[in-house]
């Protein structure tokens, strides 16, 4: 045998080594995608900004409490082939999460996301002090006057009373109340512009703004859903011939923050703006944010030759067409008299 095929037995074993690594370390790697990766606390949270790097992501996640080589993170993110997919937005991980599930979640945008409802009924206050409140929400709006926050929506100098739509929004960790709200405003239009687009042919509403004003008021003074045709008829009927509304609701929303829970004689007698007892017609803006039903009882109201009501005191109301009627359901149902 010569002196060189002796030296390949020597050298072949060790030319194989190479293989044998990557080899391994393939497998070691592939156990490590799917082995839970070790927490700082319970949950881990990250907010990921969009035109952050894949990365800047591995060491935002190592930063925030995920205990592993930011580089090892990085590495499998790119390895996977979907590093570019990952996408902005706000994440929770929990005790178990792997390198495998860690990576999914980001592509899929499996998002950790908060909520803020608005209700019927509400008024502008107290939506944004709902806003204030609401967890995780940037308050880029909280300083601005009603003039600013409308112009901000893009929608200069209308007002901002009963301008949001009610309902639950769902936003990402972080974002601006602005978002949120633009959300509610456009959402409001849009059902608006739906209900405005059925009305009755003969309404006595000269525009879609003072059908989401009456709806306000429709809102405010329903208290059985079954009734709300009822009472928007009450109301479409003294508009058309021009009686006035002599809506409490509207009374108390002009007295604001002055209003102590009780209406007293006086504060009926008292002028303002929104004072249906001493001014003819619809207040000049919303006086709380209707939903859905209201703004259609609005546009097409139930039929009915009503121009009263008045609470039973358990949610219903007695309609009256005249008043004679009326002031014997009055004495029955709010004085106690027989």
Known sequence: ?????????WWGPLLGLPVVVCVVALWLAWKWVDRPL?????????????????????????????????????AWFRWSGEARRIRAG????????????????????DETLEQVRFIEGWTLR???????????????????????????????????????????????????DLTVLKRAHRSMQQRLDEAWAQR??????KSADEALILASIIE????????RGLVASVFVNRLRIGMMLQTDPTVIYGLGESFDG??????????????????????PTPISLPGMASLRAAVRPE?????????????????????????RAVNKYQRGLP
């Open 1 to 9: 045998m010569s002196r060189r095929s002796s030296g390949l037995r």
């Open 38 to 74: 070790a927490l700082a606390a319970p949950t881990v949270e990250l907010s990921i900004e969009s035109g952050t790097t894949p990365r800047g992501v591995a060491q935002a996640w190592v930063d925030a409490g995920v205990q592993t080589s930011p580089d090892f993170l990085f």
């Open 90 to 109: 706000s994440y929770e991980v929990e005790t178990g999460v792997t390198p495998r599930s860690l990576l999914a979640k980001m592509v899929q945008g």
């Open 126 to 176: 107290q939506l944004r002090a709902a806003l204030a409140q609401a967890p995780h929400l940037k308050p880029t709006t909280a300083g601005m006057s009603e003039a600013e926050l409308m112009a901000a929506l893009g929608a200069p100098g209308q007002a901002a009373e009963g301008r949001f739509f009610p309902d639950t929004y769902r936003y990402s960790r972080g974002v601006s």
């Open 200 to 205: 009755a042919p003969d309404t006595p509403l």
């Open 220 to 227: 405010k003074e329903t208290g059985l859903a079954s009734e």
């Open 262 to 283: 009780n209406l007293r004689k006086r504060d009926l007698q008292t002028d303002t703006p929104f004072n249906t007892y001493t001014r003819a017609g619809l207040p």
């Open 303 to 327: 039929t009915s030759r009503a121009l009263y009501f008045v609470a039973r005191g358990d949610g219903s109301s007695v309609f009256s067409e005249n008043l004679a009627d009326h002031n």
